[in-house]
């Protein structure tokens, strides 16, 4: 995972939750999908099936936790999460938690299992354990996400955190504890958004957004952001349906 960390990367949020749709985005040449089990209602063994629809191509399956909590965190792990996004950080303590339950020695102190993501205990890297920790450690993401006031205040701290491997702004969730929902043009926000950059560039981590349109995407990753996760799956698929039909329905008058 560590070339998510030197070229820009895009994704983009998976709320479908079909098998089907997550392996034909596999093919669709986005680095990474977002599985949304935080306002999606998808459980641990829906989510394991996504994973493995991705890996059929170069997808890498991103999974956004439901809440701060050890079992949620261990289990899109052991199921091959490649990266885990975490809303609604507020604390220094919640992310110190996060890396230890997320991370195995000597970062932190995950429960040890040899899960789907260890292929069972049969992989070849799966052995010694000491370097199968550190190879688990490299190949998954730790993500807070900063998007309350909280986070915004400690984001210096959170992003120089050890085994915290970047940091995702979730823009209107962070306007909106800005006290301006769906402003992202006052002096507050764009002041809170380049203080999370300055941030994780000094700390050397990925600064990830959120982006409804391509428009958006551009620009972000213009102003400095190393990753994109562009729209739904689901916004995609209708906005597609709805441009073919204007056309459509526009040349037969």
């Not at 507050?188 to 999370?196: D, G, L």
Request: hydrophobic share 45%; glycine share 10%.
């Amino acid at each position: 995972m560590s070339e998510h960390k030197k070229q820009k990367t895009i994704g983009s949020f998976f709320e479908l939750g079909s098998t089907n749709a997550a392996e034909a985005l596999s093919y669709s040449g986005l680095d990474y999908i977002i599985i949304d089990t935080e306002h999606g209602p998808f459980a641990e063994e829906k989510v394991m099936e996504l994973i493995r629809a991705c890996k059929l191509g170069k997808l890498s399956p991103f999974v956004r936790i439901k809440e701060i909590s050890r079992a949620s965190v261990l289990r899109m792990l052991d199921i091959g999460a490649e990266a885990i996004v975490v809303p609604c950080v507020e604390t220094v303590k919640q992310v110190k938690d996060l890396v230890k339950w997320g991370k195995y020695p000597p970062l932190g102190e995950r429960g040890f299992f040899y899960g789907r993501a260890a292929a069972y205990g049969f992989g070849d890297f799966c052995s010694p354990l000491d370097l199968y920790f550190t190879r688990s450690n490299e190949g998954a993401m730790l993500i807070p996400q900063c998007e309350t006031l909280g986070c915004l205040e400690n984001i210096e701290e959170i992003a120089f955190m050890d085994g915290v491997d970047g940091i995702f702004v979730g823009p209107y969730d962070l306007s909106i504890a800005l006290g301006k929902p769906g402003d992202f043009k006052t002096d507050e926000f764009r002041q809170a958004i380049e203080n999370i950059l300055a941030a994780c560039k000094r700390a050397g981590k990925a600064a990830m957004i959120y982006a409804a349109n391509v428009e958006t995407a551009i620009d972000q990753l213009e102003l400095g952001f190393d990753s994109v996760a562009v729209g739904t799956d689901i916004a995609f698929l209708v906005n597609s349906y709805k441009s073919m039909l204007k056309a459509l329905k526009g040349a037969l008058g």
